[in-house]
């Protein structure tokens, strides 16, 4: 059972209200629900472009996970 508080709790700060209701949070819950099923982890990463702007992080959770693999 996924704590939808918590998962709201990750939602962008920056996106327009109606858009993290309607969009953002019920991907968030979506996303946990899936990652919890299958034994992974939910990687949240801010920003519009996150690959773009946060570089780093999105490499190092790849390497992680292709190195499992």
Do not use: C
Not at 24 to 29: H, V
Not at 39 to 50: A, D, I, N, Q, R
């Amino acid at each position: 059972m996924i704590d939808v508080g918590s998962a709201r709790s990750v939602r962008t700060k920056t996106a327009h209200r109606p858009y993290r209701q309607l969009a953002g949070e019920p991907l968030t819950i979506a996303a946990q629900v899936l990652a919890d099923r299958i034994g992974g982890e939910l990687l949240t990463v801010p920003g519009f472009y996150p690959h773009v702007q946060e570089p780093e992080t999105v490499n190092h959770a790849l390497q992680n996970l292709w190195s499992r693999a």
